[in-house]
């Protein structure tokens, strides 16, 4: 699928089938997804902030690198999913499955983590700070991630 570099930004899109997508590097800022199918959609280094992808299905989607400050993933469907050096600052993840899915690297300061399901979850060198929402008694550095203190804060 190929698609013009600014035709989804702040696009309004419901139940569409992206499929296989090549949306890698693309502006999708504010572009909503609501109820989505983007398996296996590639959208590495893509900027998606305050994007929303709720009920989205991204089973095995890429997001390498990708902006997703502000983004929306509630009730997502993330299995097998990369999203590893993403900046997911602020984003919601509450509800969503993280099944066997990839976010070395991520940072998710200030992200509300209370995802549904993390089961072989790969989190190493994650970043995550005081204002992280994580789920109750999940121990983030038996992940390998990272606490982020900003100076001046204890």
């Not at 992206?18 to 949306?23: G, H, T």
């Not at 590097?25 to 305050?50: I, P, Q, S, T, Y």
């Not at 509300?112 to 204002?131: F, H, I, K, T």
Request: glycine content about 10%; overall charge neutral.
């Amino acid at each position: 699928m190929e698609l013009g570099l600014a035709e989804l930004r702040g696009a309004q899109i419901e139940r569409q089938d992206f499929l296989r997508a090549d949306l890698s590097g693309r502006d999708l800022a504010g572009a909503v997804f609501r109820d989505c199918e983007l398996r296996v959609a590639c959208l590495d280094w893509a900027n998606l902030e305050a994007a929303r992808f709720d009920h989205a299905r991204l089973m095995s989607a890429t997001f390498r690198y990708a902006h997703l400050r502000g983004a929306s993933l509630r009730h997502a469907s993330l299995k097998g999913a990369d999203l590893s050096g993403a900046c997911l600052i602020g984003a919601d993840l509450t509800g969503a499955t993280l099944r066997q899915a990839n976010l070395s690297g991520a940072n998710l300061c200030g992200a509300d983590c209370r995802w549904s399901d993390g089961e072989q979850l790969v989190l190493a060198g994650a970043l995550y700070d005081g204002a992280t929402i994580l789920p109750p008694a999940f121990r983030p550095h038996e992940y390998g991630m990272i606490r982020r203190i900003t100076a001046g804060r204890a």
